[in-house]
Nanobody, 122 residues
């Protein structure tokens, strides 16, 4: 059984930084594509970043500010978020995709964490 557990969310001022973590069990993340999504109140879940064997990919809205990475020895994925803006406020979810293809649609992912809340406000 696959479990994904996010952590690291919280309240931060505009311009600040946070690092989210996604600890995986039941799968070795080195073998699969993984991604971060977010969902703001009243909005659809949207793609943030993906990491797979061929590289990393970002939504235009976070490019240059967010960095996705993973530590295969800890079976954990990360999202370093810098220069945060109020519009980054959302619940952030990690997701695992068994197919390992480049994908920005939530429907392409097979397993999800419970989410961690990020609030950017002064």
């Amino acid at each position: 059984q696959v479990q994904l557990v996010e952590s690291g969310g919280g309240l931060v001022q505009p311009g600040g930084s946070l690092r989210l973590s996604c600890a995986a069990s039941g799968r070795t993340i080195s073998s699969y594509g993984m991604a971060w999504f977010r969902q703001a109140p009243g909005k659809e879940r949207e793609f943030v970043a993906q990491i797979r064997w061929s590289g990393v990919y970002y939504a235009d809205s976070v490019k240059g500010r967010f960095t996705i990475s993973k530590d295969n020895t800890k079976n954990t994925m990360y999202l370093q978020m810098n220069t945060l803006k109020p519009e980054d406020t959302a619940v952030y979810y990690c997701a695992l995709q068994e197919a390992g293809v480049l994908a920005r649609s939530p429907g392409a992912y097979d397993y999800w964490g419970q989410g961690t809340e990020v609030t950017v406000s002064s």
